[in-house]
């Protein structure tokens, strides 16, 4: 692990860091040192001095340059923490094998070389353009101190490595150090220490398993039991207590956590009492690593590593790459667009890394259809293979040779990178959605239609259609494109402009089919169109043998029939992927739906898959409508941030919400929120929303608003305790790897795994891993393994589901949400509803149709439900409320985007208020990142990629096609399980 922190004050860092190590004083030894090019150009060498590193930190070089500071303030530089892992720490220390020491500093100088080379920039001059730019400077100035203890005394090996603000640039003079950078490279830093660390200890003959939360490929030596982690690692309890305390964790709140619970460090320890306390703590738990050193070294004499082992008997290089390749939780395929090469071409190894990084840009590809090159990197090393950064990178820069993998070189890595596939799939929605350009007849005739279309509103109970609605009916019914884009803000009505369309369009004797993306917008959809309504996936999964050709000739005559001249609209349709819409639009063609229409606001939240083609396509040459004036805004206030919204002004935005914004200190963001809320009468407050852009936002302002009900009476104050299951969010990719397994989560296999012995249906809850299997106990108390890199590839929906248990109490009059649909009881993803009572083992529901259910307990919806006081801006989209209460932290910074800042204000009509911990910073994070999706066509210019032609995609996608699915009998690749909606909720 690397944590990251500003250096304070140059004199107070170089008396602490140039201290001896504190409990070994026979590792003190070459415990300091100088590293990196400008370190070398500056004679600065071999063990690191007080006055001079003091003199670094403060800006006066030893050549006699000074770097100025900003108003005259130097910073001193950042140091960067690289932690061993406390199995190591153990052996190292209790067992006393120095090796692995030196490969915690050889690791430690492997990470800082690659950061030296691709990481540290400094701002220089240009000419050209007038001003200041960030330019890779390629040379560093650090000071490394290797620790041994944490601040608890307890056995930690870590490295101080203190880079200082000062670099070369091309220039020839010193510069300060631009750290923008450095902290956005933190993770991949972190993988690339992990990977380092990693393969020189199991070259030191140990073996080693992923830790139990493995962020950025952490490990652990396997062997050292967690009851011996845990019983040194109270330092680490304490950071996560305080965390506890608020329900976070993000890196910066950990770092901010271990800063308030630091003690200060001993200043003349007693080295033989505390490695004295250490044995007789590990004589307590029964911990003895001396075996554990034995059987290394005696591996470490033989030359055999875990990895030998694995590949051991066999000859050929084929072989013993699949080997190794399974060892890491990777399935090899033949025909992997990312790994073309005949089995037997690559060297076991060459073939790990190929197989890693083809698996990185699967999962990244997922969510995302563009991604950084560092952001590969990181994902390819977390798969803990015998491989390191350079074998990463090697076979990244083989892929873009060979275009397989489009993007910038390596020196140039702010370029996004994007896969062929992606950009195939993007230029095939686009040719999908231009087939159709002049190729139906109109749904009704031009004349007389815009007389039609205002009669229709009347006779619905509309108001009048502005101009914006009344052209979009026009052209939708008028025109003879197949594929119509309605692109409208938030609040411009823009389904209530589709009602009359739909009306006519039934008069003309057309099917009519609502879709959106989840149950709930789609329901609504339905009912304000008077249309019957599905999902997108629904739509999708019941059509699925006609897209995919595997439909007998009597069924493509059926579904011909119901299809043919439909007019089929979509809402949210920006919340809908590429693969989605591809198949979408593939389906009106080959059918020939008369109307494919696509509303949606391009500036709202995109969809969760990769992608963002509503937004793409509004760039082509098709049929679109243009809806701007908002119906929704009452108030000055709200029309005045809807129109700085539109005009892309978030400053102007947050300042007419100034008066109107209470500002807490750090955490107290929810109590505020919810007493507030609480303290409205309660018309008022029935008709205010609470929004948080996360998952822990959301719970804790539920569990506050509840406490509040419950101390003003007006919710019974005797509850039920239920364990509900929230949705891990992860990619299909991500559930083949281990660490999305955790201690208590609970997994349910979604498609037949019969080769494993697991059905469709059942589930179980993790209660460890072994041997790189997750062990889940079933409900009847059996003990079952399961195997996450033997799930089937290439499913349009998940093989498994991830949960999370937690405990929540209901009250009678609670207000709760569904996260999972029942669709006999009419039950959808995302509905309200209230508890009416509470009798014994049974909860009374009643719906928001005002019907009643009664759930016993063990009725399945009682784990599919949470408390609804609060809710996400995922949830919230397509909802409108009078007024509304929204709750941001600078804490949420990765949440915190224009697009979720717009959906959350725009769901008000008449009042808003911010709830927050720092306005002017959460201001500033929203202006900084727009929430928007990557796109692989638009990554693809940017590196002056030509676009693949129509006829290439077509040859493309039948390749693919062409690649077997490895699912197993009993569930073929019709889509997903209709059971249940998405449950997407991104606060993480």
Not at 924 to 949: D, M
Request: proline share 3%.
């Amino acid at each position: 692990m690397i944590t990251l922190a500003s250096v304070g004050s140059a004199s107070s860092a170089a008396e602490y860091l140039c201290q001896d190590n504190y409990y070994t004083a026979d590792q003190t030894q070459d415990a300091s040192a100088w590293f990196g090019k400008g370190a070398d150009a500056l004679g600065l060498t071999g063990k690191v001095e007080e006055a001079a590193f003091a003199a670094v930190l403060d800006g006066k070089l030893p050549d006699g340059s000074v770097i100025a500071g900003k108003d005259g303030v130097h910073r001193p530089g950042v140091d960067l923490t690289f932690s061993a892992s406390k199995s190591v720490s153990l052996v190292a220390m209790l067992g006393g094998d120095k090796r692995l020491v030196e490969a915690l500093k050889e690791s430690v100088t492997a990470t800082l070389r690659w950061t030296e080379k691709n990481v540290v920039e400094a701002r220089v001059w240009d000419a050209a353009q007038g001003r200041q730019v960030p330019e890779r400077s390629g040379n560093l100035i650090a000071a490394t101190f290797l620790h041994d203890v944490n601040r608890n005394g307890e056995p930690q090996l870590h490295i101080h490595a203190v880079v200082a603000n000062a670099t070369m640039a091309s220039d020839g003079k010193w510069h300060a150090v631009r750290n923008d950078e450095l902290y956005r490279a933190q993770h991949v830093l972190s993988a690339i220490h992990n990977a380092e660390l990693r393969s020189r200890v199991e070259a030191l003959g140990y073996e080693t398993v992923p830790a139990r939360n493995a962020i950025d490929g952490a490990f652990e030596i396997k062997g050292v039991t967690r009851e011996a982690v845990e019983a040194f690692s109270t330092r680490r309890a304490e950071i996560l207590a305080e965390l506890a305390k608020e329900d976070r964790g993000s890196a910066r709140e950990r770092e901010l956590a271990a800063l308030s619970t630091r003690r200060g460090k001993e200043l003349e320890p007693d080295a033989a009492r505390q490695v004295a306390a250490w044995k007789e703590t590990a004589r307590a738990i029964g911990f003895d690593p001396s075996r554990l050193i034995e059987s290394a070294m005696a591996r470490s004499a033989g030359q055999q590593t875990v990895w030998s082992r694995v590949v051991e008997g066999m000859r050929g290089i084929g072989e013993r790459g699949i080997a190794i390749a399974c060892a890491m939780g990777l399935t090899p395929r033949d025909g992997d667009p990312l790994v073309p090469e005949r089995l037997g071409r690559l060297e076991p190894k060459a073939f790990a890394a190929a197989q890693a990084v083809a698996s990185a840009a699967r999962e990244l590809g997922e969510r995302e259809a563009a991604f950084s090159r560092n952001d590969l990197i990181r994902t390819a090393l977390e798969r803990q293979g015998p491989v390191t950064v350079d074998m990463i990178e090697a076979r990244i820069d083989l892929l873009q040779e060979r275009g397989l993998l489009v993007g910038s070189g390596p020196a140039d890595r702010d370029r996004m990178l994007t896969t062929e596939q992606a950009l195939a799939m993007e230029t095939k929605v686009i040719a999908l959605a231009q087939a159709g350009k002049d190729s139906v007849q109109p749904i009704a005739d031009k004349d007389g239609i815009v007389a039609r279309l205002q009669e229709q509103a009347r006779a619905i109970g509309l108001r009048r259609l502005n101009t914006g609605q009344e052209q979009a009916g026009v052209a939708i019914l008028t025109s003879r494109d197949r594929v119509h884009l309605v692109q409208g803000g938030a609040g411009v009505g823009k389904s209530a402009a589709l009602a009359p369309v739909a009306a006519i369009a039934r008069e003309e004797g057309r099917q009519v089919v609502a879709l959106s993306h989840v149950g709930r917008i789609a329901r609504e959809f339905g009912e304000k169109t008077a249309s019957p309504a599905s999902t997108v996936d629904a739509f999708l999964a019941r059509y699925a043998r006609i897209i995919d050709g595997s439909a007998s000739a009597d069924k493509v005559v059926v579904v011909r029939a119901e299809l043919s001249g439909a007019l089929v609209m979509v809402d949210e349709a920006s919340q809908i992927g590429t693969d989605r819409l591809a198949r979408l639009i593939a389906l009106a063609n080959e059918m020939d739906v008369s109307k494919l229409v696509l509303a949606g606001d391009i500036k709202q939240l995109p969809a969760i898959e990769a992608g963002k083609p509503f937004a793409q396509l509004q760039q082509q040459d098709l049929g679109q409508s243009q809806i701007t004036e908002n119906l929704r805004a009452q108030t000055p206030q709200m029309v005045a941030i809807n129109r700085a919204l539109e005009q892309g002004d978030v400053s102007e935005a947050f300042a007419v919400l100034k008066p109107a914004t209470t500002e807490v200190a750090s955490g107290k963001i929810p109590d505020a929120a919810a007493a507030m809320w609480a303290n409205l009468p309660r018309e008022e407050r029935d008709n205010t929303i609470l929004l948080a852009a996360g998952r822990a936002m959301r719970s804790a302002g539920n569990a506050a608003a509840q406490e509040a009900l419950i101390q003003r009476g007006e919710v019974g104050e005797r509850g039920v305790t239920l364990e509900v299951l929230d949705r891990v969010t992860i990619t299909r990719e991500g559930a083949r790897q281990l660490k999305g397994y955790q201690d208590g989560r609970v997994v349910a296999i979604e498609t037949n795994l019969r080769a494993q012995g697991f059905a469709r249906g059942e589930r179980g809850t993790v209660i460890g891993i072994k041997d790189g299997k997750v062990e889940l106990v079933m409900p009847d108390g059996e003990i079952r393994r399961f195997d996450p890199d033997r799930l089937p590839r290439n499913l349009k929906h998940d093989a498994v589901t991830i949960f999370e248990p937690k405990q929540i109490s209901l009250h009678e009059g609670d207000r709760i949400r569904w996260t999972a649909k029942d669709a006999e009881r009419g039950l959808l993803n995302g509905d309200i509803a209230h508890v009416a009572r509470i009798d014994g083992d049974t909860i009374t529901v009643k719906g928001s149709d005002g019907q009643l259910h009664d759930l016993p307990r063990g009725d399945p919806m009682l784990e599919r439900l949470d408390l609804a006081y609060a809710i996400n801006v995922h949830v919230a989209q397509g909802m409108t409320a009078r007024d509304g209460i929204i709750m941001m932290s600078e804490r949420e910074r990765m949440l915190n985007t224009s697009a979720s800042f717009l959906v959350a204000v725009t769901r008000i009509a008449e009042n808003a208020t911010l709830v927050t911990d720092n306005p002017s910073r959460v201001e500033r994070q929203v202006e900084s990142r727009t929430g928007e999706k990557s796109s692989a066509i638009e990554t693809a210019r940017e590196n002056g990629h030509a676009l693949p032609s129509p006829t290439e995609t077509k040859d493309r996608e039948l390749a693919l096609e062409r690649t077997p699915e490895r699912s197993e009998p009993g569930r073929g690749s019709s889509g997903p399980d209709l059971s249940r909606d998405r449950d997407y909720d991104f606060g993480m």
